[in-house]
């Protein structure tokens, strides 16, 4: 049957926007639509795509969400083998590099050569084969002569061509590495940290972990890029005489290359370049490790050919490392907010890397573990990806004759429960739950901060104080503070005291998305918090909710289901929220979406606009409960928006929305809405 042009033409331009949109949030690291605009233009073009198979070509976006898991990762041979680099250090190393290359092929020094240098990605090398111009398979370099095939993952990756134009070599393999940016690092582990999930230690390891999934869909959600830097198995010869002709057609059949590449002349010339970048390196987007020099001309390559693994006309020039030694003088565990125990090595102070580092965690036992840490130890410490310091080794050899293998508590050190195993058996959590004080205080501290009740001007040392004090034993004990207590602790005057009190009184009104995530339910982020008030209404709908009933919530699975149940049959738990009530800590309810009518949001349809400055919750919050009850949320006003919140101090969107006639709501009407009046 024919596609209808109506049909093709909207599938071509949702395709273009996908494209631009993917490009915003993966590569530019700034997104101009909601995650949930983006679903819905990604829903509508897989609904076009159902309807007329035909529209799916091999380059449409929904080639690149990920497929289902695999069972295991086949293996690929490499048709030619993914070489190493020989590293370089010093001047002299460059220098001698320069002569060598000289001697091998025979011609005098006083030629001088024309280089090609490249930064030193640190990421992960991929192989990426395209037959007849389509994407064929990925692969990772494993052992050099054979890697894993991560094709499904590798498509999922915004940057990484899946067609190529029709002047591409028949066959072309490009060789590469894929990285993580530190923006899209630190997004993706504040991601983790809101789901509970594994944090990753550096870029490169969440790239890593990131390449190691068997569930692509999971890889297709983060934001991982490549840059392409050379050409391995290839159909067409003469496709190019130097690595910077061969870099420039890359580029031109739409792979994406380094910008930073430059061809530079001689041994100076590589020494400046090397000079500068690392300049730059602190500033740069994401990890560098060093500059990779290359010969520039190809049949120059071909004639100095390899030895062992690594190729004689290419250096890898390192940086100097960002890593010193210094002793580790404690070991103590720390007792976050779960209860999880994380040991912490405090070391003698050092400054590496631009900072100085006295504390280094060492994540889990099995960490420590691994490395074997001791106190007294003499450690290696890096600066890894410019943020978290680690440990990277021990040096044996200055090991003190009595050091004993550090021991990981069976019991927690603060409160004395048992110390239990979880995820999967990683981490270590203490089992006293809000008897143990550490988990209190983190339990305060979660309750207290912006995104949770956002109680002004109670910070992490004064909820220390006031547990130390034994004032404060649990959020509810907050409300029953008086000026007077706060008076007598360290650094209180009069107006302070009082205006801590009036601070914690103006908390008690707030809204029900805020207070399930001031809570500390286990597993529920700010998102969840808001999806679970919308569905529930209120927090005895939620707390009365079964396994079943829990899991019928979009977004909500047996793990969060579970974090849920457990958290409410808690009796501490359910004392404490009551007490809360008691104190007069209120919410404006919400109309609770029943399960049975998931696909009838309230506000699904309506596109909506914030603007202006809310009194009661930030624009952010308003957008995310909207969302929850099934609005679209845009920037900006035109004839098809449905409704303009205007908030105070409205500008030109509420003159548009005036102009164009669309519907306008003071806050009052955006409560009751919310409320589901
Ligand atoms: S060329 C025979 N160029 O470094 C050529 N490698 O230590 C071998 N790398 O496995 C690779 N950036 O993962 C080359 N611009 C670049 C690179 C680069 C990063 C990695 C690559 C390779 C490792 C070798």
Redesign the pocket.
Known sequence: MAIPATARNRHKELAQQIRLHNRRYYTQDSPTITDFEYDQLMAELLELEQQHPGLCDADSPSQRVGSEPLAEFTQIEHEKP????SNGFSEEDIADFDKRLHKQLDIDESEVFDYVA????D???VSIMYVEGELRYAAT?GDGRVGEDITHNVKTIDSVPLVLPSAAPAKLEV?G?IFMSHAGFARLNEQQREKGGKEFVNPRNAAAGSLRQLDSRITATRPLQVFI??VGVISEPAFAATQSEMLQRLTELGFPV?PLVEQVRGVEGLLHYYASLGQQRATLEYEIDGI?Y?LNRLDWQQQAGFIAR??RW?L?HKFPAQEKSTQVRAIDVQVGRTGAITPVARLEPLFVGGVTVTNVTLHNRSEIERLDIRVGDTVIVRRAGDVIPQIVSVNLEQRPANSKPFEFPEQCPVCGSVVVASGEGIIARCSGGLSCSAQRKQAIIHYVSRTALDIDGLGERIVEQLVEAGLVKDVADLYQLTAEQVLELEGFAEISANNLISAIADSKQTSLPRLLYALGIPQVGETTAATLAAHFGNLAALQNADQAALEAVPDVGPIVAEGVLQFFADQNNQRVIKRLMAAGVSYHEMTPIAATQQGELPLAGKTMVLTGTLSSMSRSEAKQQLQALGAKVTGSVSSKTSVVVVGAEAGSKAQKAEQLGVEMWDEDQLLACLAGD
């Open positions: 993914m070489l190493s680099l490249e930064p030193k990605l990421g992960l090398a370099r060789r590495e830097y050379s380094c990779v290359k690594a190729p290419a890898a």
